[in-house]
């Protein structure tokens, strides 16, 4: 496996998922970076979409995951978007961070809490 990668970061979207019902009834943002590993020599040589992984595509996929059914944990979400992304026979492995901005915890307010994986085809 090479160096190359294809990145997405800082993907915004609302869903309603964790542990507390009023996260599930009010819901709120989540943000989510992701790194897929794959062999781009190809798609920079032919400059052909069909060589490589369609960004769009990896985005309609993380966003039907995000807005779709609610989940407790953000590892529930990290592993569906890993597992999602997987399924594209090119991509060689994949990181995804999925971050609740902005939560508050007794007394105090965090910019972030949040999970990250790393999986393998």
Not at 52 to 61: H, I, K, L, R
Not at 83 to 96: D, F, K, S
């Given at each position: ?41 190809q798609a920079g040589k032919s400059d052909d979409l069909n ?45 995804v961070r999925v971050k609740k901005p902005e939560v508050p915890?007794k007394g105090s307010i965090l910019e972030y809490t949040g ?7």
């Amino acid at each position: 496996m090479g160096n190359d990668k294809i990145l997405l970061e800082g993907l915004a979207f609302y869903g309603y998922h964790g542990l507390n019902q009023e996260e599930k009834i009010l819901g709120q943002r989540f943000i989510v970076d992701v790194s897929m590993e794959l062999d781009l020599q190809q798609a920079g040589k032919s400059d052909d979409l069909n060589d490589t992984v369609s960004y769009s595509a990896v985005y309609d996929d993380i966003r039907e995951i995000i807005q779709g059914p609610s989940v407790n944990l953000l590892e529930a979400l990290a592993e569906k978007i890993t597992q999602a992304i997987l399924r594209y026979e090119r991509v060689q492995a994949v990181t995804v961070r999925v971050k609740k901005p902005e939560v508050p915890l007794k007394g105090s307010i965090l910019e972030y809490t949040g999970v990250e994986i790393r999986r393998t085809s």
